[in-house]
């Protein structure tokens, strides 16, 4: 039975159920509800001497986030479970070990379940109910013996009771509201027959699959780095770090005490809590949404309890607390950093403590946007941006190992993707595989470089990790993208093109000038302006090579040579257009902006005895902007190493280093923990856009790939994808003396450290056996075929 069936098995007997609800209250301010069933285990009876040995489960998944008790003990650590996926197509299941919570005897299973991804506010526009109108859930508790056939103990049914919670509001965006004084055995409001779900999504049985991205955990704690008190019973929290999760808070209090927690990003001047930068901005109303964020408990006057909500998550460096009935001191509370579990396998260090705390802002930027899926942001939208992914996840790859984590959503977005090959701007996407409604969100499916995600994120894995099967059952999804965007170039010209030049040149066919870009996206000093109008063709054609030349290798990839062959002629002639139209012959481009000659570069769109010329109208570019970089979301992780390859390593380091705004340590200048979506995030006149999203941290890979020096091989041997063959090229610079970095990969652990003495370079590599480096030296020297082992090199260091 394949793992898939055993679940479907072991859930038969259970009906979805759903919480006694007649009045559903209004988005954000509904309450978590209680279901809770009882059964009898005879346990240590002579004719159940048999489930000696058995194991006891429970198979549970719900519509919405669902937290399970067994005897009132709380089963596992895994948080905000079911996790989040496109659920109308694929809905985890967990299997949870309960045998040591058993008793003899009745024994119950409790529920708190609220409105969680499924029926709760997120999103471009907090919209609720994207996947239902009401909660569910599903579980059985059996006995699986080592041998033979599982015995059902309990299973959801019309017989369990239904009630509301404790837990009286929750909502992923808007917070959580506990009143301590309703939980336990006295809570008013009496028990209610749970209600049969009739949602029809449920009667698709063929969505469970057992949990395949990795759990949420609470990772770790931070305690406050202070507290201050800015106003009358207002006492603000600064947690030193911008994270994703939740506080725990002691000292609640005499009975009735309601203490509000609100949780943001910023300070005013006058210290109080700002929350103007992370407020939801509807490009389609234009209208500003609440920030949301806030938790309230009020107490029972019971000592020892304390205050966590777990059905709500935020992003957050500062706490406001008021209400609170006495002054709250360091021990009094602590923020609980909540993420997916990745295991760690980059590190990066350099003699320049600068570069560390780069790595470091880079790094928890991604973990505060690593929660079930990889996010834009974890307070403002808390959405699966395709565009912000493909954009990182080369950078992912080398800090944590995101196989599962990223193929879950890969699987995802293929199951949300239009019958067209659109792909929506955010996966999982509440509206499935077809239009949302939202003339807004329908309109930006298919932007190139955000709906790219579909080719380059599976590639990006593949390169990494080396999962021919994770390839091979992405490459449907790959194909219909392009062909697509292919399609798109050959049916329509842009209209402002179609009335310069009436006449249609043969290479526009292969120009993708029409349909909505986001373009470039946030470059410095240029708000989000979503136009339909605007002709983002240099973009979008440029990225339909890429596509279509990735395609073609990764259908050589599976063994598939005429597709290859098929994509690889596509690709070439997009190639050929987007000069024919943008390059002129003096080699500059027709819109002059780094990101365009970025892309130039790094997407293998010029040919080679041009690219040196090109590369030097970039680095000439961005000299003139007074050595400032001006590329925005989709081009700045390319940035520095496309400089550094171009013969421009030394202003690929001064931009590295460079300390104004827009740079990335000018960021860390102004207080930054996290990445910030905009360039000029915090400046003296206030707090623009979120101060947590990681695409601007893909600049983080430069520090492997180049400072350090530890590269995937561009084009592999088959069976030597995932590090098989790496590329040892530090490129030292920048003043540094020293840096060293290790990935842990398939094959074992990498490394590459430098130090820089006395005028001499040494690099120590360290090669897993098996693998096969080729170095290459700052003097320009290489030495190929370098196998398993700690090797040692020593060349006259450069000038620098
Ligand atoms: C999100 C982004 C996203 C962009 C374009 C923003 O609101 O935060 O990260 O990629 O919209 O869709």
Known sequence: MSTADALTAALASAQWISPYEPVPHPAGQRPAHELAGR???????????????????????????????????????????????????????????ITALLQPGENSVTVLLSDGWFRGRHGFVRRADGFGTDTAFLAAVLLEPSTGAARPLLATGAHWESRPSHITRADLMDGQRIDLRLE???????????????????????????????????????SPTQISTPGEGITVVDFGQNINGWVRLHELGPAGTRTVLRH????????????????????????????????????????????EPRHTTHGFRYVQIEGAAGPIGMGDILAIVVHSELAR???????????????????????????AVPTDCPQRE?????????VFADTAALLYDVAAFSESWSTDLAADQWADGRVPTVVPNPAGNRPSGSAFEDMAAGSAGWGDAAVLVPWSMWRAYGDRVALARALPSMRVWVEYAARSAAAGRHPDRAAERP??????????????????????????????????????????????????????????????????????????????????ADNTLSEESQGHYVRALAFGLVPEERRQAVADRLAALIRENGTRLGTGFLATGLLLPTLADAGHLDLAYELLFARDIPSWLGMIDHGATTMWEWWDGVTPSGVRGSLNHYSKGAVASFLYTHVAGIRLAENPEPGAEAYGTVVIA???????????????????????????????????????????????????????GVGGGTHSYTVAAAGR
């Open 39 to 97: 059964f009898h285990w005879d346990g240590a009876a002579p004719e159940t001497g048999a489930d000696a040995g058995a194991e006891a489960v429970v198979y549970a998944t719900a519509h919405g986030v669902y937290e399970l008790f067994v005897n009132g003990v709380r089963v596992g650590d895994e948080e905000l479970s079911p996790g989040f996926s496109s659920y109308r197509s694929r809905l985890q299941v967990q299997r949870w070990e």
């Open 184 to 222: 336990g055995p006295d809570a008013p409001g009496r028990p209610q027959g749970a209600v049969l779900s009739t949602d029809p999504l449920c009667d698709d049985r063929t969505r469970l699959v057992p949990a395949e991205a990795p759990a949420v955990r609470r990772i770790q704690e931070l």
């Open 264 to 307: 943001g990003e910023a300070l005013d001047d006058a210290g109080l809590l700002l929350v103007e930068n992370i407020r939801a901005f509807d490009f389609a109303t234009r209208a500003v949404l609440p920030a949301g964020q806030v938790d309230e408990v009020i107490s029972a006057g019971r000592a020892g309890d304390m205050f």
């Open 345 to 371: 396998t980059g590190t990066f260090t350099a003699s320049d403590p600068l570069l560390n705390t780069l790595h470091d802002v880079v790094d928890w930027s991604f973990r505060g946007n690593a929660c």
């Open 382 to 390: 808390r959405s699966g941006f395709t565009g912000d992914w493909q």
């Open 503 to 584: 006449l249609e040149r043969p290479h526009e066919r292969y120009l993708w000038d029409t349909g909505f870009h986001f373009g470039e996206w946030l470059e410095p000093d240029t708000p989000p302006a979503p136009d339909p109008t605007v002709d983002h063709g240099i973009v979008a054609t440029a990225f339909l090579h890429r596509s279509a030349h990735t395609l073609a290798l990764a259908e050589a990839a599976v063994g598939r040579p005429a597709d290859a062959e098929h994509y690889s002629r596509l690709a070439e002639n997009v190639r050929a257009a987007w000069c024919a139209e943008y390059l002129a």
């Open 730 to 784: 530090p490129q030292p610079g920048g003043g540094l003396s020293s840096a060293a970095a290790s990935v842990h990969t398939r094959r074992g652990t990498i490394g590459a450290e430098w130090r820089i003495e006395g005028g001499t370079f040494r690099l120590t590599a360290t090669i897993p056996a098996g693998v096969t480096a080729e170095v290459r030296l700052p003097d320009g020297s290489r030495v190929s």
